[in-house]
């Protein structure tokens, strides 16, 4: 993985990171900050771990505030990202566009009777 969409999408791959994104998308936070939601469940070097993941994957930076390091949420990743999902996206709605078109034709064709058949029956 040495590209940084693998970096990215791996560190959103985990459900404690993505609620760090969370808490980060409403301003700065220290360690303590991002913690504590999750320390009966993980320690705190724990936690230190997934956010040098996030860090790696530079979604998450550190800035230096006196005695605080809060961390905060950089957004051009995840934009680059979202720009290669939507690519995407487009080809499975034109496809399913497609399924919709090929659907309805399926259905009229089922609705128009035949030459001598009634309700499924020749005369």
């Known amino acids: 993985m040495d590209d940084s969409l693998s970096r990215t999408f791996a ?13 980060l998308s409403k301003g700065e936070a220290t360690v303590n900050d991002l913690a504590e939601p999750f320390l009966k469940e993980m320690s705190l070097p724990a936690v230190t771990k997934h956010l040098k993941v996030l860090e790696r994957a530079g979604l998450v930076t550190q800035s230096k505030d006196a005695q605080r390091r809060p961390r905060k949420l950089e957004g051009e990743r995840l934009k680059h990202a979202l720009d290669w999902i939507e690519q995407y996206r487009e080809i499975w709605e034109e496809s399913f566009d497609r399924l919709g078109e090929y659907l309805k034709t399926v259905q009229a064709a089922k609705k128009t009777p035949t030459k001598g058949k009634k309700n499924g029956r020749k005369r």
């Open 11 to 23: 560190a959103l791959a985990d459900p404690t990171r993505r609620a760090m994104l969370v808490r």
